[in-house]
């Protein structure tokens, strides 16, 4: 059994034995192969490396002179990876090959060597590059090595001084100025329009070129104008070709750089962006270039028509539109249509049909405003005239879609029906209904609804009240009541024209607190009268030097103490500015006064004060230039200030336009009306005008225009005569009130 079992074993073993030398055998031949696939492998790559080696190609290299040691930059592509493979002979001497890299090469120049050709080769090409004079001067080195005119860059190297003549230094060709010289650093700056090139130093009869300089410059952007958001083109050049190498910032804001070439960048105008200039910064060199001005958002007041077919004009009016043709973008119902014409405050478009029906947009420099609904239909209006009135009033409609029948037209102003008298396709003259009302006029035919571009207003001019004596000023509240200093007495007048006395009498005078008829005042035609927002009263009496509080009931006290108070306005957070004493004060909710600027110049005793709902203060200067009325305005919130001629400058009169060209009359009253606009009324040439002023441009139009008289009615026949210097009242829904003295009467003019 042993025996049999040893047997066994031995066969086993020869077995196992055979089976492990034919497995050596087996992993010899694997071995083999791999060695085989490496080789085969490595001489494809080095086939594939030699395929793919760029030719030898060399651009430019600096300095082009120096003394045994010089260490020369050669730009260019083809450099073999490996540094012995690359060779460089100066004059047919060998140079060292000191640095290889992607695009570039530094070699040594050696010992023994003379001024001659520079060649350099790869192992399997060979180039030259040019010459390289053996001289003391050279160039090491420049830095910056970018900027714009104006900057200064330091040249460093070897050789500089002279004994016989001035260095001189060219930056690409052009002289620049020399402002510190050593024999081993120059410092000079960049001329005006250098463009980029080598620089290059000149002395004692010898010549340097050293490495290129990038010039700096912002020739333009594009657009001028925007907001947060708005994509900005730069035109100019030096920048880089990375856009993290390229720092754009608008009046010290950074920007996202979107696109970048060495000749354009595309930027995003960042979040709080301000007007000023903006600038780019590479590698740490700053080019400033034009001023970027901060617009708002294009606001959208009309759009003609809101409807209509293929090949009517759209025009569309509000603000800050660009005077660019191509800075604008018009949306119809999303779809793009081409603008024809713009200004500032008009853009002009023909309208291509099919866009279907949606929203009005407009988008100025990336910033988008939505406006009204566009209906893509025949029935449109274009327009109406006269666009204000009163009952039975001739009313003419143009525009596109209507029935030559005019039975077949319906028409309301403000959901009332209106008679049509004649009708064409383009044209429908009506009649106001009675008692028509402001709201919007409208067209139906045929089932297809056209609504105009604005609102019907009921307006005219309506005598509230008549026999009041002496009226220096009003205040008007919610209801339409009329609190008026008249004598010596404080009225109130309610809105069908019932006369009471509220507080003190018409002739009695004094210094008397109380209640209603028992108080007395010491009123002049420069005292003033203000309403809080709980409805209390507050009156100046400048020769008392003190503020009056009388409250709803009649009760009046002492409020504030103050030198001289006469005109005076309430602002919206409870505060009263008053004129007193030639300068303006605040009044507190709680009567403490402060005086807010200290100027002889402030001569606003007999004319008015008013404040806008951005805290500006304006007065008039009726001293410092009494030749040339004018308007100035304080902001002390926000420290704005511009004392003179930013309305007015010229002499007498009412021409219109835009800040100091506009003429002012000698004794023009001024409201604010909380919506951005100053109402001011001059008398002139037997006219009586309301003009209004836009705040942010300062552009003064004709508003309202009445001829001397006393007759009430639509604003086309009413008649006025001249606004009592100060009295003129702006209601909280809009309506002007103000005191006719020649006829002792306070009127209305109401525009809605």
Known sequence: MRIRNAVMDGSDF???RDMKALNYQKLGWIWLWVGALVIFQTCKKNEVHEAERVPLSVGTYYPNSGKAGSLVTIEGEGFARKLDENTAH????????????????VVRAPEGAQSGPLIVGNGSQTQEVGLFTYQSLTITRIHPANGPAGSHIRI???????????????????????SGASDTLLVAEVPTEAGSGPVEVFVDGMHVRGQDFAFQAIRSIKPLTGGAGTKVRINGEGFESAADGNIVDFNGKRAVVLEVSSTGLLVEAPEGVETGPLAVT???QRATGPVFTLVPRPEITEVTPLSGPAGVEMTITGKYFSPELEENIVLVNGVAVPVTAATGQKITLTLPGGTGSGPVAVVVNDQRTEGPQFRDQNLGIVGFSPDNGQDNLEVTITGTGFDPDPGANQVTFNGMPAQVTAATENRLTVLTPANVSTGTLQVIV?????????????????TIATGLTSVYSMVVDESGVVYAISGQRVVKITPDGQVSTLAGDVTASGNVNGTGTEARFNFTYISSIVMDSQGNLYVSEPTGHQIRKITPQGVVSTFAQITSPNKMVMTSGGDIIVSANRNPWRI?????????????????????IAVDENSRIYFFDASYQYDRPNLGFINFATGETMRFFWIG???YGVLVGVGDQVYLSSQPTFVADGNGHLLINDAFNQRIMIRRVDISTREV???????????DGPLYQAAVRHFYPGTMALAPNGDIYFYQSADQAIRKIFLR
């Open 701 to 711: 139009t004709a508003w309202l225009d009445f001829p001397l008289g006393f007759q």
């Open 649 to 651: 400058g010229g002499p």
């Open 156 to 178: 460093y190297g070897e050789g500089f001084s002279s004994l016989t003549e001035p260095v001189k230094v060219r930056i690409n060709g052009k002289d620049a100025a020399v």
């Open 446 to 462: 045929d089932g297809q609804v056209a609504l105009a571009p604005r609102e019907f207003r009921r307006t005219g001019v309506q």
């Open 90 to 105: 100066f004059s047919g001497v060998q140079g060292e090959v000191v640095a290889v890299e992607e695009g570039r090469m």
């Open 282 to 284: 590479v590698n740490g």
């Open 588 to 608: 507190t909710r709680q009567g403490q006064t402060t005086q807010l600027h200290n100027s002889n110049y402030l001569s606003v005793t007999n004319i008015g």
């Open 14 to 16: 020869l077995k196992k």
